[in-house]
T-cell receptor, first 112, second 116 residues
Framework: DTAVSQTPKYLVTQMGNDKSIKCEQN?????MYWYKQDSKKFLKIMFS???????INETVPNRFSPKSPDKAHLNLHINSLELGDSAVYFC???????????FGPGTRLTVL | GENVEQHPSTLSVQEGDSAVIKCTYS??????FPWYKQELGKRPQLIID?????GEKKDQRIAVTLNKTAKHFSLHITETQPEDSAVYFC???????????????FGDGTTLTVKP
């Protein structure tokens, strides 16, 4: 059940702060994603990396910057946090040649 | 880009009844259609998927049908149980998973409540 893990699980912070969320997968997958799930439960893709290379970059504010130090990790750094950033952020991974995505447990970010 | 519409947004059924959730997609290049179940406070988990070369797939009480001509696909849950209560998401993904980014476009979700 810890194939895709995220830290922290909960993050409460003040507006204007900078924070990071980390994701790790031990499945040997090549592609990793970040999704944002808002209060209405809508699930929207933000970024995707394949073997450390950015391949999907949806319309996301520049304050969000993903970073993949290796293909098992995809971190998300958010600068100057805003109230509207409050959401659950899910990491996911996928093996090359397969369509199935495996989600992490999510990080609930609350910006006060 | 791909646009996926999902209906209904909420669905309430009595235990033992069937539930049907429908999705339509816009991109004819989409060829992979997964369904995810998300229980309260948990991660989305794949429950069933279908490819465009298949019209129907069944796994115990869950089935998915695909009409590629009409660009719609549906999730059918029979003999519903209270533990089926969750948010269900459909998604559509185009192209070859070996070459594309595996980008799935998700529907807005359906909150299913099964009343005992």
């Amino acid at each position: 059940d810890t194939a895709v893990s995220q830290t922290p699980k909960y993050l409460v912070t003040q507006m204007g702060n900078d924070k990071s969320i980390k994701c790790e997968q031990n499945l040997g997958h090549d592609t990793m994603y970040w999704y944002k799930q808002d209060s209405k439960k809508f699930l929207k893709i933000m970024f995707s990396y394949n073997n450390k290379e950015l391949i999907i970059n949806e319309t996301v504010p520049n304050r969000f910057s993903p970073k993949s130090p290796d293909k098992a990790h995809l971190n998300l750094h958010i600068n100057s946090l805003e109230l509207g950033d409050s959401a659950v952020y899910f990491c996911a991974s996928r093996r090359q040649g397969s369509d199935t995505q495996y989600f992490g447990p999510g990080t609930r970010l609350t910006v006060l | 880009g791909e646009n996926v519409e999902q209906h209904p947004s909420t669905l309430s059924v009595q235990e033992g009844d069937s539930a049907v959730i429908k999705c339509t997609y816009s991109d004819s290049a989409s060829n992979y259609f997964p369904w995810y179940k998300q229980e309260l406070g948990k991660r989305p988990q794949l429950i069933i998927d279908i490819r465009s070369n298949v019209g129907e797939k069944k796994d115990q009480r869950i089935a998915v049908t695909l009409n590629k001509t009409a660009k719609h696909f549906s999730l059918h849950i029979t003999e519903t149980q209270p533990e089926d209560s969750a948010v269900y998401f459909c998604a559509a993904s185009p192209g070859d998973p070996n070459t594309n980014a595996g980008k799935s476009t998700f529907g807005d979700g359906t909150t299913l409540t099964v009343k005992p």
